[in-house]
């Protein structure tokens, strides 16, 4: 035999006795986590403000009301 040339193995099954089969461990995908694309305390941050400005802009038209009852005579 040359070095080119590799021995044939026939495969062979028992007709009697235990086969053995070892299972390989697989990689197991999982669903991908979805991420917030805005913090919670960020979201928070945002909130407080937008209630800041409404709240300045409700005093302001408060204060233009006033403004206009009392200027009627």
């Known amino acids: 035999m040359s070095k080119d ?3 044939v193995l026939k495969d062979f099954i028992p007709n009697s006795g235990m086969i053995y089969h070892e299972d390989l461990p697989q990689y197991i995908l999982c669903k991908p986590k979805l991420m917030p694309l805005k913090s919670v305390t ?3 941050l945002e909130k407080m403000q937008k209630d800041a400005e409404d ?19």
């Open 5 to 7: 040339q590799t021995p």
């Open 42 to 44: 960020l979201e928070k």
């Open 55 to 73: 709240k300045l802009k409700q005093q302001r038209l408060e204060q233009i009301n006033e403004g206009n009852v009392n200027n009627v005579p």
